[in-house]
């Protein structure tokens, strides 16, 4: 039967191993479930980050509206 999420194998140092079985334990999880966490986590940092680049460019470059009635057409 194929699984209904694709999986995804990757191979990591052993101390980044260590360090997810770790936190697993201490977390009482499955090791694929931290990392899943951390990904998940490091995505969203991504587009926090991507974000705050599109809104730092608006801030430098603004667009003034000369009438509130412009907007509304």
């Not at 995804?8 to 936190?23: C, M």
């Not at 991504?46 to 460019?57: H, P, Q």
């Amino acid at each position: 039967m194929t699984a209904l999420n694709p999986r995804i194998n990757i191979t990591v140092p052993g101390e980044i191993a260590g360090i997810l079985s770790k936190t697993a334990k201490q977390n009482k999880k499955s090791v694929s479930k931290v990392a899943l966490e951390l990904i998940e986590w490091a995505i969203e940092e991504r587009e926090d980050l991507y974000f705050s680049r599109i809104a730092d460019e608006r801030i430098r470059r603004p667009k003034w509206v000369k009438d509130s009635d412009s907007i509304w057409k």
